[in-house]
T-cell receptor, first 109, second 113 residues
Framework: EDQVTQSPEALRLQEGESSSLNCSYTVSGLRGLFWYRQDPGKGPEFLFT?????EEKEKERLKATLTKKESFLHITAPKPEDSATYLCAVMGSNYQLIWGAGTKLIIKP | NAGVMQNPRHLVRRRGQEARLRCSPMKGHSHVYWYRQLPEEGLKFMVY????????ESGMPKERFSAEFPKEGPSILRIQQVVRGDSAAYFC???????????FGPGTRLLVL
C-alpha cells in the first residue's frame, strides 16, 4: 500500500536555527515527490517537485533532497515568515497523490 | 495569470441541504482534482476529472457526492443531503497533465449546522 509519513509532527525553532523535515514514503512506481507549504486558512502552495533519487532543488532558504525511501526539506537560517505547515505528497503509478499529515513549523523571533 | 479559483470561500448549510462548490482551473489546465481536508489532518483525494470526463473517483463517497467538469464553465463538486460529518475544507487543484504539478485554489470551507 502506498504510504507517506512525515516527521516530526511539529517543530519549534529559533530564528536562524537550521533544521530538516523528513518525508518517508513507500510507493509503487514513483512518478514524483512534491513539497507544499500551507498557511492557516489557505490552500497548499507549491514548493518543489523531485523525480528521481539524488535530485536536489533549492529556493531561498529551502532545499529539498530525494532518496529511494525518503525526502528531506532543509531549512537554513529560517525566519518567522517561514512558519507554516509543510506537506509532502508522492505520485505513484496511478497518478494519484498520496499525502503525508504534514509538519507544523514554528519559527520564533 | 490568475491561479485556481474557488467559490464560495465559506459555505454554511443545514443538515439535509445541498452544497455546490465551484472550481475554475488555471488557464491552460484541463485536469482538475478535488480534495477534502479535516482539521489537523492531511489532504484526502476525492476525484480527478478532465473536461467532460471523470477519470478517477475512487476517493469519493458513493452516495450523496458527485462531481462534474463540463465543456464550458467551472468544475462542480456537489454534496446532497449534507450531514455534520461533511464539514471540512474542500480544495480544488489543477494541472496541465496528469503527471505534472498540481496547483491549488484557496479552498471552500463548508460548515454543516
Amino acid at each position: 500500500e502506498d504510504q507517506v509519513t512525515q516527521s516530526p509532527e511539529a517543530l519549534r525553532l529559533q530564528e536562524g536555527e537550521s533544521s530538516s523535515l523528513n518525508c518517508s514514503y513507500t510507493v509503487s512506481g514513483l512518478r514524483g515527490l512534491f513539497w507544499y507549504r500551507q498557511d492557516p486558512g489557505k490552500g497548499p502552495e507549491f514548493l518543489f517537485t523531485l523525480y528521481s533519487a539524488g535530485e536536489e532543488k533549492e529556493k531561498e532558504r529551502l532545499k529539498a533532497t530525494l532518496t529511494k525511501k525518503e525526502s528531506f526539506l532543509h531549512i537554513t537560517a529560517p525566519k518567522p515568515e517561514d512558519s507554516a505547515t509543510y506537506l509532502c505528497a508522492v505520485m505513484g503509478s496511478n497518478y494519484q497523490l498520496i499525502w503525508g499529515a504534514g509538519t507544523k513549523l514554528i519559527i520564533k523571533p | 495569470n490568475a491561479g485556481v479559483m474557488q467559490n464560495p470561500r465559506h459555505l454554511v448549510r443545514r443538515r439535509g441541504q445541498e452544497a455546490r462548490l465551484r472550481c475554475s482551473p488555471m488557464k491552460g489546465h484541463s485536469h482538475v482534482y478535488w480534495y477534502r481536508q479535516l482539521p489537523e489532518e492531511g489532504l484526502k483525494f476525492m476525484v480527478y476529472l478532465q473536461k467532460e470526463n471523470i477519470i478517477d473517483e475512487s476517493g469519493m463517497p458513493k452516495e450523496r457526492f458527485s462531481a462534474e467538469f463540463p465543456k464550458e464553465g467551472p468544475s462542480i463538486l456537489r454534496i446532497q443531503q449534507v450531514v455534520r460529518g461533511d464539514s471540512a475544507a474542500y480544495f480544488c487543484a489543477s494541472s496541465p497533465s496528469s503527471q505534472e504539478t498540481q496547483y491549488f485554489g484557496p479552498g471552500t470551507r463548508l460548515l454543516v449546522l
